[in-house]
C-alpha cells in the first residue's frame, strides 16, 4: 500500500487555499493538475508502497512521534515553486523558513521509519502545501507575484498516517491512522 505522513489542514484553511488555488488557475490556464481541496496537506515524510505488514510497526511510530511532540503553528507567508518559480513542476503554499518544531517533527520520523528499516529520504523536508503539479514544467513567477496570499495558519495538533490510493480521477486518501500531539 502506498503511505505517507502529514498533517492534515483545518477545513477553513482547506477552502481559503482552496480559493487561491483557484486565481492562480485562472492566470496559469490549462495545463496543471490541482490538488482537490480535501486533499491539501502538509508532508512530513513520504513513504512510497510498503508492504502491509509494515503499517503496525509504522503506527507505532505515529504514536511515538505525536507522544514526543508539542502541538505548534505557523503561517503560510507566501507562494512558490519547485524547483524555482521559472522552472516550475510544483505550486505551492508555506512559510517563509520551516519553523523548528516541523523540523523535529520530521527528523523524529524519519528516525523511526530508518529505524524499521525503510530507506532514508533523499529530499529535504520543506514544510509546505502542494497546490499543482505542472508538466512540462513552466514559469509561473508572474502568476504567483500577481496572487496575494492572505493571513493564514496551520495549527499541527495531529500526526496521521495516510493511505493514498492512485485512480484516474485522482488520489484517494484515506487516514489509517492519526494521533493527537501531546509533547
Known amino acids: 500500500m502506498r503511505l505517507f505522513f502529514c498533517v492534515e489542514l483545518e477545513r477553513g484553511l482547506r477552502e481559503a487555499l482552496a480559493e487561491i488555488a483557484a486565481r492562480l488557475k485562472g ?3 490549462p495545463g496543471a ?9 502538509i508532508t512530513v515524510r513520504f513513504l ?11 503506527a507505532e511510530l505515529g ?4 507522544k514526543a511532540t508539542a502541538r505548534f503553528s505557523f503561517p503560510l507567508t507566501g507562494l512558490g515553486a519547485f524547483p524555482t518559480p521559472r522552472r516550475a513542476r510544483v505550486i505551492w503554499a508555506g512559510p517563509a523558513e520551516d519553523p523548528e518544531a516541523f523540523a523535529k517533527l520530521v527528523r523524529r520520523v524519519e528516525a523511526g521509519v530508518q ?11 520543506k514544510a509546505h ?18 496572487t496575494p496570499l492572505p493571513e493564514l495558519v496551520v495549527e499541527v495538533k495531529a500526526l496521521t498516517l495516510m493511505k493514498s490510493q492512485l485512480t484516474p480521477q485522482g488520489p484517494i486518501y484515506t ?6 500531539l501531546e509533547g
Open 33 to 41: 493538475k490541482w490538488v482537490a481541496r480535501d486533499n491539501l496537506h
Open 27 to 29: 492566470k496559469l490556464g
Open 175 to 180: 487516514p489509517i491512522g492519526r494521533w493527537e
Open 63 to 66: 504514536a511515538e512521534a505525536a
Open 48 to 58: 512510497g508502497e510498503v508492504e502491509d505488514s509494515s503499517a503496525e510497526g509504522l
Open 115 to 125: 529505524a524499521l528499516g525503510l530507506p532514508p529520504e533523499r529530499k529535504e523536508a
Open 129 to 146: 502545501v502542494t497546490l499543482a503539479r505542472l508538466k512540462p514544467p513552466r514559469d509561473v513567477a508572474a502568476a504567483l507575484a500577481g
